[in-house]
């Protein structure tokens, strides 16, 4: 059965670092692709970042240059270093896997407040 | 970047009605477009995927159409379990976009 379980959310004040995990089981986190998508409170989905099974990156205009999609695969786990926290980045975090383009896993979440 | 944008935000309908949400994309996405189900408090499911494709274990009831930029879903007979936001979601390009989502409500 595949899993997705985010942890790593919280209370940070503006200017701070946070790094977000998202452990893995039933799949291979290397094999496919994984995206952070986050949703600010009473808010719609916005998609954060992407890590392909190469290795390649992309990311929103938003967090570019200050958000760092990585993944260890002797862990199966995906990361999201998030640096320079602003009050625009809070949100629940959700790790989710692509089967093709379409997300078909998703994690349930972890809330990051930024908040002084 | 591609916009997506989504009618009506709100709709309120009964239960056995037909119910249709309209997704709009700002430039031709072919047929890369997924559609989920958001329930309060929870993390969103795939109901839809290449636009018109019904994810395993989604109800009948739930169907896809369209190409290019114009997108619809639509609910055949809507249940209370609908009660939920529904968002489309365009793969064709990055940044992958999101329309701003539809609240169903049950009358």
């Known amino acids: 059965e595949v899993q997705l379980v985010e942890s790593g959310g919280g209370l940070i004040q503006p200017g701070g670092s946070l790094r977000l995990s998202c452990a893995a089981s039933g799949f291979i986190v290397s094999s496919n692709y994984m995206s952070w998508v986050r949703q600010a409170p009473g808010e719609g989905l916005e998609w954060v970042s992407v890590i392909y099974s190469g290795g390649d990156t992309y990311y929103a205009d938003s967090v570019k240059g200050r958000f760092t999609i990585s993944r260890d695969n002797s862990k199966n786990t995906l990361y999201l270093q998030m640096n320079t926290l602003r009050a625009g980045d809070t949100a629940v975090y959700y790790c989710a896997r692509h089967r093709s383009g379409e997300i078909d896993y998703w994690g349930q979440g972890t809330l990051v407040t930024v908040s002084s | 970047d591609i916009q997506m944008t989504q009618s009506p935000s709100t709709l309120s309908a009964s239960v056995g009605d037909r119910v249709t949400i309209t997704c709009r994309a700002s430039?031709?996405?072919?047929?890369?477009l997924a559609w989920y189900q958001q329930k309060p408090g929870k993390a969103p499911r795939l109901l839809i995927y290449r636009a018109s494709s019904l994810e395993s274990g989604v109800p009948s009831r739930f169907s896809g159409s369209g190409s290019g930029t114009e997108f619809t879903l639509t609910i055949s007979s809507l249940q209370p379990d609908d009660l939920a936001s529904y968002y489309c979601?365009?793969?064709?390009?990055?940044?992958?976009?999101f329309g701003q989502g539809t609240k169903v409500e049950i009358k």
């Open positions: 979601q365009q793969y064709k390009n990055y940044p992958r976009t």
């Open positions: 430039q031709t996405i072919s047929d890369w």
